[in-house]
Nanobody, 125 residues
């Protein structure tokens, strides 16, 4: 079992940047695929980015490709989401998720077993 705690959300103007962090409990962090998802009001939770246990492979949703970057530091049991060039349509609650297998970088929300509580990101125009 792993517990996830996100941080780093907030309010930013369009074009700005935010960096989200997700700290995980447990001693086997490097064996988990990690993902970021987001959910806007009235919409379904959608995939944003994923990274394999070693950090050697990533996937990003087309809507964020070139603007967002997922990374991880296994020594710190932490996964990050660097968000640049933010747009108002990026406004959502962002969730960190974990799958207890190190690869591939999974994109389906049903493929993740553990979830954080979410952190709000708001982008003003």
């Amino acid at each position: 079992q792993v517990q996830l705690v996100e941080s780093g959300g907030g309010l930013v103007q369009a074009g700005g940047s935010l960096s989200l962090s997700c700290a995980a409990s447990g001693r086997t962090f490097s064996t988990y695929t990690m993902g970021w998802f987001r959910q806007a009001p009235g919409k379904e939770r959608e995939f944003v980015a994923a990274i394999t246990g070693s950090g050697g492979a990533t996937r990003h949703a087309d809507s964020v490709k070139g603007r967002f970057t997922i990374s991880r530091d296994n020594a710190k049991n932490t996964v990050y989401l660097q968000m640049n060039g933010l747009k108002p349509e990026d406004t959502a609650v962002y969730y960190c998720a974990a799958n207890p297998r190190p690869f591939p970088p999974r994109t389906g929300r049903d493929e993740y077993d553990y979830w954080g509580q979410g952190t709000q990101v708001a982008v003003s125009s």
